[in-house]
């Protein structure tokens, strides 16, 4: 669980399949222990106290470029650095397989027949593929990896 300010972090953790949920507004207690099985994720030093109080794991990320911090998680969690793609980037769900007739309304023509690997989003709807944003998400996996 990470606090809202990290948003793009969570997205790229999203991206390497990992589950991570955005707090949705200012850190609070009771939307932070809501999740006690978590790690709350923060920049925040000032509210260390109120965390120990609260109980909960958490971890102080550097106020970096989310790349460093991104780098950090990596080696922290053990996440294998791999483009996953199998969780919503928007929502975190979980995303399922569909095939590509069952895309054919939903996309841009193109989009139905150059796409690959379509999946969809059970909770908001979205349907993700395999296209020309693949080669420029490596990119910046690879680049965030030179940086660690
Ligand atoms: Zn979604």
Redesign the pocket.
Same mark, same amino acid.
């Given at each position: 669980m990470l606090e809202a300010d990290l948003h793009r972090l969570a997205h790229w953790l999203r991206l390497l399949g990992q589950d991570a949920i955005l707090l949705p507004g200012d850190i609070n207690k009771a939307d932070v222990i809501k999740h006690p099985e978590r790690v709350f994720i923060t920049t925040s030093r000032k509210l260390e106290e109120h965390f120990k109080a609260w109980g909960i794991d958490y971890l102080i990320l550097p106020k970096e470029d989310w790349k460093v911090q991104l780098c950090l998680l990596i080696k922290y969690f053990q996440i294998e650095p791999v483009l996953k793609l199998d969780r &919503?980037y928007?929502?975190n769900?979980r995303l399922l397989s569909i095939s590509r007739e069952e895309v054919k309304e939903r996309v841009p023509k193109k989009v139905y027949l150059y796409g690959r690997n379509f999946t969809l &989003?059970p909770?908001?709807?979205?349907v993700y593929w395999r296209g020309s944003h693949y080669p420029k998400l490596r990119r910046t996996l690879r680049e965030v990896l030179g940086s660690c």
């Open positions: &919503c928007h929502c769900e &989003c909770y908001c709807g979205k």
